[in-house]
């Protein structure tokens, strides 16, 4: 049986009923306001604006939400790309309190490959779009580091022969003794046959590189909305509703993990793409 003050919560909260009678079922980002503020609590996406909204206040783990919230407002895209950009972009830029995830991070790191070690690299340092050979992208070395070990225990990989641990001349690495490593570090297989292994392990966690020349722009299109997605070396720049006036100059935003999932998903999902800059 639910509890009382869980139930309540079921119901539309009275100062919400008409704002929730203007919402669309169409692609979008909503935002949840609390009296006053200039900040929202929280921002969310959806491919259809009214269903998401209400799907939240159907839900008991929203109730601390709802009791802050004084309106809820939107902003319509064409499509669904649109709308994730946005919506990521804007949690960036506003930092709402209810939303954990796609907050900025002031860094990333990655696994570069340089046959047969793997290095640590930050995105602060190099450009992840133009960089080969990186695999996975990490909040922090740290788990850069718990991935590459827990990767190497799964498949007998030697981080010695990676560089990732010291080995004495003339010995096994530590691991090789647990029967934690296949034995590259004392003969028992190549260097090359290691290498392919590692390569192997990692090819599902592979950032692309940028495919094109410079930006492109990603078309999405419905009744009323005409939005070209400006992208350069998986940055997002901006969303504009013609190509005619297109400035010419560059931005340098940062690379952005949340982003390139967004756009890499997209650009291989059979959208249209324009480069810009052939």
Known sequence: MAREHDTE????????????????????????????????LYIGKSVNIRSRVLSHLRTVREAKL???TDRITFSETAGDIGAQLLEATLIKQLIPLHNKQLRKQRSLFSLQWLEPRIAFVSSSEQNFARTPNLYGLF?????????????ADEHQLCLATLGIETAQRGRGCFRSMLGKCRGVCQGKETVEEHSRRVIQALSAWQIKMWPYKGRVAIHEQREGFNDYHIIDHWRYINTVNTLASLPREQHENSFDGDSYRILCRALFSGVEVIPLDE
Do not use: C
């Not at 704002?19 to 503020?37: I, K, M, N, Q, R």
């Not at 909040?139 to 990767?151: C, D, H, Q, V």
């Open 9 to 40: 919560f079921y119901r539309y909260p009275q100062q919400l009923r008409d704002t929730l009678a203007h919402l669309p079922a169409t692609p979008g980002v909503y935002f949840f306001w609390a009296s006053e503020s200039h900040v929202p």
């Open 66 to 68: 709802l009791r802050q």
């Open 139 to 151: 909040r922090n070395k740290r788990s850069a580091m718990e991935f590459i070990r827990n990767l």
